[in-house]
Each structure stands twice: as C-alpha cells, then as structure tokens.
C-alpha cells in the first residue's frame, strides 16, 4: 500500500510539498437560509447546516453533488462531510469547492476530514457555537502532486468502502439476531387458559413511586465510595439513569424499575438496596409467585402506557392495574433460561458491533493520518 506512495514522493516531490491557505486554493461559503417549515421528512433533496445529519428534505437543490461540506453552527460545527447527492445547503453549512487544478476535490475532503478535530476545538460561542470562515480559509493544507494525491484517495476510498460494507453486515445480523429473539420471546409468552394474568398489584409486595433525593449524596459519582455507597436512579435508560451515590438507600430487596417520565417504560432489574428518585416506579416483586427477572422479561410484553396532560407521565395507579402472565415458578424459571441466552446473545452483538467499527476507524484514521503527514517545503511564487 505505501511502496506506490512512497515511489511517487521520492521521484515527484523529494525535498517536501508546499502547504496552502485553503481560501487560496478552494471556493468558501455558506449556503442559502430555508425557512423551516418548508422541509419534510422524506424529499428528493436533503437539506444541510450545522448537524451532522440533514436537517430535512426539499424538492430543489442549490449545490451538485460531490461537494465537501462542513457544519458552520451548533453543536457539529466543523464537522465535515462529503455529499455524494445533489444537496441544499443551508445558511449554516460550509460549502468548499476546489478552484486550484492541482488540487483533488477527494483528497481535499480526506484533508479536512483529518483536520476536523482541530475545526471543532476552533468554534466560538456559549450558546449556539459557530464556526469561523476565517478558520476554513487559513487551514493550511499540504499539496503533493495530482498523481500522490490520486493515490491517496485511492487507498483511502477503499478503507471508507470496506468500513460502510463491514458496518452494513454486523448491523444487518445483529437485526437478524432480535428479530429472532423477538420471535422466541412472543412464543414462550404465548399462555393457554391453564395460566393466570394478574394485576401487578397482586404479584408485587410494594409498587411504589421515587420521591425526593437523600438527604446526603454526590450527584454525578459513579462508583460506590466509602462515604456513598448506594446509588441512586432516576428515569434514565442504562448507565444514564445513575443520578449518583447516598450513604443511605430506601429500597432494601431485589427490584424493577420503570422510567415514568421522559423514557417511559423502560424498565430494569435492579440489585438491593438503592434510591429511586423523579417519580421513578419500583417493584417489588412476591417471589412466591412470580421471579424478578421473569417479571423483567414480562414487560417487555406488556403496553405500558401512561396519563396524559403537557408531561406525559406512567402513574402508580396505571401500574398497579398492568396484567401479566403469571405461571408456575418452574415454568418462569424455564422461560427466563431461554431468553437470557438469547439477550446475552444481542447484547454480546451490540457491544462487538461498536467496538468491531471503531476498531476498523481506529485503522482508517491512523493510515489518514500517515498519508496525509508531509514534510513541507516553502512555495516558490
């Protein structure tokens, strides 16, 4: 891969290559403002600014595709892009044209792409962050020969190829893994007359709603200190849902939770002893009748809804009056064996998925960054 790149550089540029202004050799500017609510959600023609993804769609365009854009406001700006469509780009999207003949629109983008950190850390503003021109326009850049270049673009295509392919496959088994798991799990909840639905009042010791935060605690901690080592839950999904640690906890038996706010309905399993908080509903299952994970598992099942007004939230009362399957303890106990190897089988894909693709970008952004590493020589004109 680097012996053609190498050949090229030591018989086209030996002694370095000239690094340019971007304003010097590419077109800079930022597109044409559309009202908002003129976007839909499906068009012929995404609509560009300042996040990562379109803002909508419209059924004109105002630049071709093939073009380099980079976010000019918000949380994104500085990220950048390359269009393969006909696009509009809006009042807060760069868009970056090369005008020098000896300047490939690809390997400008793969450029930028490698400086996006920097045009990130460059914006300015408290509130709504904004990228400068100026920053674009005095980004040096190195310029090797067309043919270096060429082969850059080249070898780089093909990582960004293979990456697309790779994510493509994992993402496509990992739908094919809980669609059959979904399909088991609506099998092995699908009860005769022999089993009972009861109220959720009726197999739970306690259900009842978070209240106020303890009296002592660290909010954002993450682990268990000495001082506070019971955390405490809010209505979040996953690690999100940690608010902290108390040195004090109000639920002292193994427990579900569900989000009765904001993530309505997603529920948990959670160990002893904790500190639910914002409303966040816990249940205390009567592991006489039915186990906490089958309980878990059981919801999963159940439409949970919630009363309504301006925030909608799930109430005790909506819970309580909740039916689920209940059938014998040997039968839940079958059941949950059978769905943990299946989700342990899911979350294993989910976690291989990510760590498998940031693993190739690791590789991508590091044979970039070695590409696109020159020793710079001072221009003649």
């Known amino acids: 891969m680097a012996e053609q790149i190498n050949r090229l550089i030591n018989e086209l540029c030996p002694e370095g290559v000239e690094f340019k202004d971007l304003g010097k050799v590419a077109e800079i500017y930022t597109g044409e403002q559309l009202n908002r609510t003129k976007l839909s959600e499906i068009g012929d023609y995404p609509v560009l600014n300042g996040g990562v993804n379109p803002s909508g769609y419209y059924h004109e365009y105002n630049t071709q595709e093939n073009t380099i854009a980079v976010s000019q406001g918000g949380a994104s700006a500085g990220f950048v892009n390359f269009v393969k469509t006909k696009f509009w780009a809006g009042a807060h999207c760069f868009v970056i044209k090369p005008t020098n003949v000896k300047v490939n629109n690809r390997y400008a983008f793969f450029v930028l792409k490698n400086a996006q950190n920097i045009l990130q850390n460059a914006k300015l503003g408290a509130g709504i962050p904004g990228l400068n021109k100026k920053e674009l326009e005095n980004l040096k850049i190195p310029l090797p020969p067309l043919p270096v270049q060429e082969e850059i673009v080249k070898i780089l295509n093909n990582f960004t190829e293979l990456e697309a392919e790779l994510e493509a496959e994992l993402e496509a088994e990992l739908e094919a893994r809980k669609e059959q798991y979904a399909y088991y799990r ?12 009861k109220e959720l009042e009726e197999v739970c010791l306690e259900i009842s709603a978070g209240g106020d935060r303890p009296n002592k605690y660290k909010k954002g901690q993450t682990e268990p200190s000495q001082e506070f080592l019971y955390p405490i839950y809010s209505n979040g999904t996953d690690e999100n849902a940690l608010y902290g640690y108390s040195n004090d906890y109000k639920i002292d038996k193994e427990a579900v939770t569900i989000s009765a706010r904001g993530t309505i309905g997603f529920h948990t399993i959670r160990k002893p002893n904790f500190t639910p908080i914002v409303r966040l509903i816990t249940l205390i299952p009567d592991n006489n009748q039915i186990t906490t994970k089958f309980l878990n598992y059981a919801l999963d099942i159940t439409e949970i809804g919630h009363s309504g007004g301006s925030i909608p939230q799930l109430t005790t009362p ?10 014998s303890i040997l039968e839940q106990e079958r059941i949950v064996k059978i769905l943990d190897k299946f989700d342990a089988l899911v979350k294993d894909i989910s976690i291989g998925l990510p760590a498998e693709l940031e693993a190739r970008r690791k590789q991508y952004e590091y044979y970039r960054e070695k590409l696109l590493t020159f020793k710079e020589v001072k221009a003649n004109d």
């Open 186 to 197: 609506g099998n092995l909840f699908t009860f005769g007359e022999d089993v009972e639905f």
């Open 318 to 327: 909506n819970v309580k009056k909740m039916k689920v399957p209940v059938p």
